[in-house]
């Protein structure tokens, strides 16, 4: 059974950073490409970033380019999204989510449950 | 960048009959090399993730209920429920995944009548 355990939510202030960690199990992890999309209060699904399943290969959403990285780890099986420079409209739940196959262009087949990200001062 | 569009932003159907979501993107999602459009779609209910029903546009996700049946082609995608019941009542989600950023539609919630 596939499984994402994500962590590292809280509260941050502006300008502040937060890292987030997805822990995964349930199948090989280095094989798939892993997304980030996040959703604010009562907003739609908003896609973050992505990363090939060697992490050789990683694109963010332009609002995330130059403030966010995207790692994994396959040691760990675990997935990172290092956020800095946050803002107020980065406040959302992210969601750790598996692709459907090798490519980094595949949809999503399984997501996290979330952890919420609140950036206030 | 291509934008997704979803609508109606929501609608309310009886129990037993049709719901229909229309999602079109700003530009063509098919691959013409393998023939396959990058769209899926996602069911969301209060309080949970998403869930994913169909990708490849028509490619029902396995567990997923055949009342759910995606179609279309190029730019224009369509989900069916094609007898609501009380547990499809969410907000669902098309996304396209043929260019970044990987975007998503709006989203539309589907009630009961």
């Known amino acids: 059974e596939v499984q994402l355990l994500e962590s590292g939510g809280g509260l941050a202030q502006p300008g502040g950073s937060l890292r987030l960690s997805c822990a995964a199990s349930?199948?090989?992890?280095?094989?798939?490409?892993m997304n980030w999309v996040r959703q604010a209060p009562g907003k739609g699904l908003d896609w973050v970033s992505v990363?090939?399943?060697?992490?050789?290969?990683?694109d963010y959403a332009e609002y995330a380019k130059g403030r966010f990285t995207i790692s994994r780890d396959s040691s760990k099986n675990t997935l990172y999204l290092q956020m800095n420079s946050l803002r107020a409209e980065d406040t959302a739940v992210y969601y750790c989510?598996?692709?459907?196959?090798?490519?980094?262009?595949?949809?999503?087949?399984?997501w996290g449950q979330g952890t919420l990200v609140t950036v206030s001062s | 960048d291509i934008v997704v569009t979803q609508s109606p932003d929501s609608l309310a159907v009886s129990l037993g009959e049709r719901a229909t979501i229309n999602c079109k993107s700003s530009?063509?999602?098919?691959?013409?090399?393998?023939?396959?459009?990058?769209l899926a779609w996602y069911q969301q209910k209060p309080g949970q993730p998403p869930k994913l029903l169909i990708y490849?546009?028509?490619t029902r996700e396995s567990g997923v209920p055949d009342r759910f049946s995606g179609s279309g082609s190029g730019t224009d995608f369509t989900l069916t429920i094609s007898s609501l019941q009380a547990e499809d009542v969410a907000v669902y989600y098309c996304?396209?995944?043929?260019?970044?950023?990987?975007?998503f539609g709006g989203g539309t919630k589907v009630e009961i009548k």
């Open positions: 989510a598996k692709g459907g196959g090798d490519s980094s262009y595949r949809n999503i087949d399984y």
């Open positions: 349930g199948f090989t992890f280095s094989t798939y490409a």
């Open positions: 990363i090939s399943g060697s992490g050789g290969y990683t």
């Open positions: 530009q063509s999602v098919l691959y013409t090399s393998n023939n396959k459009n990058f």
């Open positions: 490849w546009a028509s």
């Open positions: 996304q396209q995944y043929y260019n970044i950023p990987f975007a």
